[in-house]
C-alpha cells in the first residue's frame, strides 16, 4: 500500500495507543515500563507472531530462530513484532492425542488475537493439528494473518536405505516382529530416523496441512515445502515477517481469503499430494469456520477429479526434500491449472494462479506429469453403507490394490487396550482375509480421536508375509501410516453407531469402487443387538475434556466444537 494512503488511526492497535483517556494511558505506561518508546510501537502495524515453540514440540526446535527472523522481516516493513506463545502441540509426546487438544489451540489462538492490541499475526505452526489449530482460530478472529510453517525435516539415511519419519519406522517395526531386524539395526533407526530440526519428511499430516495452508491461500509462495533448516527457510520467514505488516496496512483478513473455491483448491490439493486423511477432518473444520458449508461429498466429486501427481510417501516413492527439489506443491499446482479456481486471493498481495504461474516441475519423477500419474483419479474416498452411514474414509493410494474390493469376517476388538492385549496372541482366529475392527477408538469414545486405525497386522501373519489386511475403525490414523485402512467410521461406536454392534464372525464387504461398506447381517438381527446395546458411561467429569466430550462434532462434521463453527460476528473488546 503506497505509504500516502497508510492512515494509523485505522488500525485496530490505534484503539489500544491512541486515545486521551486514563485506560490508554494504562497501554501507553506499560509499554513503556518494557523500555520502549512511542517510536516503537505507535502508528504503526503491531504483528503477533503466534509461536508454537516448546521444549516438549519436537519438530518446532528451530522456532526460537525462525520468530527472530521473522521479526527482522516485520522491522524491515516498519511494523512493530511482539512474540506471544501459545499452546504447542508437539505429536510425538502429548497422549492421549493432540487431536484433543485441536480445538483448544483454536480457541486460545482466537482469543488471544481478538484480546490484544494486535493488528496483524504470523501463525508459526508446523506439527500436524498446530497447523489447523492455529488456521481455525485466526479465522474465527478475522484478524489478518499468515500461515509460517515449520518446514518437513531432512531425509533420513540408515545404511543404503532412505528412511522416512512414520512409515518407515512402522515398516520395520513389522520386520521387527517377523524376527528380520536385530535389535542394533532397531536402535541404529531410532537414532537416525530424525535427522534434523522440522516436521515429518514423508507426506504425514504436518506436509499435507503445510500444502493445504499454502493452496488455501494462506502462506507465502512455495512456503509449503522448504525443508526447516536451509537459508531458504529464513528467507521464507523474514519475507512473511514483511508481508505481514503490508496485510495490517491492507486489512485483508482471513475471511477475504477462506472461501468456497478456495476450500476446493485445499481438497485439491490434498487429493493431488495423495495426504493425510486427517486433512480431510480439518478442511471440514476450517471451511465451516469460515461459513463454506463444506460436507464429505465434496471431497469424493473432487476425488473423482484430481489426480495423484505427487509421487511421495506413504503413497509414492520419495519424501518431502525430493519434492522441494522438483519444484514443490506450486509446480505441482501449476500441473493442475484447469482443476483450480486461480483466480482466488492470497495473503502474498496476488492471485494463485499467478503464484503458481510458470514455476517449473524439475523432477517428473517426483512431480508426475498428468499423463503418468500415481493414480488417474480417486487418491482418498469417501464410502458409505450400513456400517458408516454419515460416511468413512480410505486413503486408496497407500492401500494393497489387491484389497480394494474384498469381502471378509469381522475380527472385532472392543478398544485399544483389548486390541493391545490379544493382536500378538498365536491363538487369535485371524487369516489374511479378516477383516480388523476397533471401536470405542472415535473423538469421544477413545477418547479425543486418536490415531490408531492403522491396526497392526498379527505377529502370526508377519510371520507367513503377511503385510496388509483390511483394517476399520472409529479412529484417525497417522499421515504416514498407509494401508487397507477404512477411517472415521461416523457415527462411532460411543454414540451407539453400526461399529458398536459388529460381533466377530460377522461378514463385512468393502467395496472402493462402489464407495460402499456394507456389513451383511439381517435388519432384524440388527436391531435385536441394537435394543440391547448399553451407551457406556462418558469417561470426561471435569475441565477442558468435560468441554470436548460435550461438544466435540463427529469426524464427517470435522470434530470442532459445535459452539464455535460458522462465522458471528463478535464483539471488540476496545469498548472497555
Ligand atoms: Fe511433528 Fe510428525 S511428529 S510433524
Known sequence: MPLE????????????????????????????????????????????????????????????????????????????????????????????????????LAMETEEVLRCHPIDAAVLMGGCDKTVPGLLMGAISADVPAVFMPAGPMLKARWKNETLG????????????????????????IENCIGRSAGTCMTMGTASTMACIAEAMGMTMPGAACIPAVVAEHSRLAVATGRRSVELAWEQLRPSDIVNKQSVDNAIAALLTIGGS?????????????????LTLDRFDELSQQVPVLGDIRPSGRFLMEDFYN?????????????????????????????????????????????????????????????????????????????LLKHTGTALVFDNYPDMKARIDDPNLPVTKDSVLI???????????????????????????????????????MSGTSYGTCVLHVSPESHLGGPLALVQTGDEIQLDVAARSITWN???????????????????????????????????HDGCDFDFLEGRSPQREPDIF
Open 438 to 476: 476397533l471401536r470405542s477408538a472415535g473423538p469421544l469414545g477413545a477418547p479425543g480421536f486418536p490415531e490408531w486405525g492403522m491396526l497392526p497386522i498379527p505377529k502370526k501373519l508377519l510371520k507367513e508375509g503377511v503385510r496388509d489386511m483390511v483394517r476399520i475403525s472409529d479412529a484417525r
Open 5 to 104: 494512503n497508510r492512515d494509523p488511526s485505522t488500525l485496530r492497535s490505534s484503539r489500544w495507543f491512541s486515545p486521551d483517556d486514563l485506560r490508554s494511558f494504562g497501554h501507553r505506561s506499560r509499554m513503556k515500563q518494557m523500555g520502549l518508546d512511542d517510536t516503537d510501537f505507535r502508528n504503526k502495524p503491531i504483528v503477533a507472531i503466534l509461536n508454537t515453540w516448546s521444549d516438549l514440540n519436537t519438530c518446532h526446535s528451530h522456532f526460537r530462530e525462525r520468530a527472530a527472523d521473522v521479526k527482522r522481516g516485520i522491522l524491515q516493513a516498519g511494523g512493530f513484532p511482539v512474540e506471544v506463545p501459545v499452546m504447542s502441540l508437539g505429536e510425538m509426546l502429548m497422549k492421549p492425542s493432540t487431536m484433543l487438544y485441536r480445538n483448544m
Open 326 to 402: 522438483a519444484g514443490g506443491l506450486a509446480a505441482l499446482l501449476e500441473r493442475l491449472r484447469d482443476l483450480l479456481h486461480v483466480d482466488c486471493q492470497t495473503v502474498s498481495g496476488t492471485s494463485l494462479g499467478q503464484q503458481i504461474a510458470g514455476t517449473e516441475v524439475i523432477d517428473n519423477e517426483v512431480i508426475r506429469p498428468r499423463d503418468k500419474p500415481l493414480s488417474p483419479t480417486g487418491g482418498t474416498c469417501v464410502l458409505r453403507g450400513n456400517l458408516a452411514p454419515d460416511g468413512c474414509v480410505i486413503k486408496t493410494v497407500a492401500a494393497d490394490p489387491r
Open 277 to 293: 486423511t486427517n486433512g480431510i477432518v480439518h478442511i471440514l473444520a476450517m471451511a465451516r469456520r469460515a461459513g463454506v458449508p
Open 165 to 188: 519419519s512414520g512409515s518407515d519406522v512402522w515398516k520395520y517395526w513389522a520386520e521387527r516382529c517377523a524376527g528380520n531386524l536385530c535389535d542394533g539395526d532397531w536402535n541404529d
Open 521 to 555: 447381517v439381517p435388519a432384524e438381527e440388527i436391531q435385536r443387538r441394537q435394543s440391547s446395546w448399553k451407551a457406556p458411561e462418558e469417561k470426561w467429569q471435569r475441565g477442558y475434556q468435560a468441554m470436548f466430550a460435550k461438544h466435540v462434532t463427529q469426524a
